[in-house]
T-cell receptor
């Protein structure tokens, strides 16, 4: 069975500071990993995905994440936070290469607050 | 424009009154899925469908039904809603090539 743990349900940073949102996963097959963002009263938007190519993945809005197999981690970072980054972020794992094609298992979510 | 649509966006109903939330996608995706989102629990899969007439249970299927008679549509049915089904519901679709799932805007359901 797959699982995802996001460390920290709330993260608060100053505008211009580094953003680091932590995600650890558990998977019995090589995983595909995703970060989604949810702005208030909106659906989920894909930020970036890892599908067994480059371990450092660049996404939209200046975000990137690094897949570390030895640490079973896929942390999301952004060098300089912007007020518009305030949202809830979800890490998710899929065994799209296995039998449960397409199913996403989500972490609990991390609410990012950016203050001036 | 490629999109997943859901209707209604907001719904308040009473216990036991059957309801259907519709979901439609225009991307010719094989895979469609329903999730519910609850605070502190992230999103949990209710049901999914690999293709027309092929559906299966997700992690929290109790109290829900689905059908997939057409490739583009995947309605979620609550035959006897209860207050513990008050939640935010998302429909999603994907293809084997795309891998990531595309989400609808969500349906906020309140059962009193």
């Amino acid at each position: 069975a797959q699982s995802v743990t996001q460390l920290g349900s709330h993260v608060s940073v100053s505008e211009g500071a580094l953003v680091l949102l932590r995600c650890n996963y558990s998977s019995s097959v090589p995983p595909y990993l995703f970060w989604y963002v949810q702005y208030p009263n909106q659906g989920l938007q894909l930020l970036l995905k890892y599908t067994s190519a480059a371990t450092l993945v660049k996404g939209i809005n200046g975000f990137e994440a690094e897949f570390k197999k030895s640490e079973t981690s896929f942390h999301l970072t952004k060098p300089s936070a912007h007020m518009s980054d305030a949202a809830e972020y979800f890490c998710a794992v899929s065994d799209a290469g296995g039998t449960s094609y397409g199913k996403l298992t989500f972490g609990q979510g991390t609410i990012l607050t950016v203050h001036p | 424009e490629a999109q997943v649509t859901q209707n209604p966006r907001y719904l308040i109903t009473v216990t036991g009154k059957k309801l259907t939330v519709t979901c439609s996608q225009n991307m010719n995706h094989e895979y469609m899925s329903w999730y519910r989102q609850d605070p502190g629990l992230g999103l949990r899969q209710i049901y999914y469908s690999m293709n027309v007439e092929v559906t299966d249970k997700g992690d929290v299927p109790e109290g829900y039904k689905v059908s997939r008679k057409e490739k583009r549509n995947f309605p979620l049915i609550l035959e006897s809603p209860s207050p513990n089904q008050t939640s935010l519901y998302f429909c999603a679709s994907s293809s084997r090539l795309a891998l990531e799932q595309y989400f609808g805007p969500g349906t906020r359901l309140t059962v009193t």
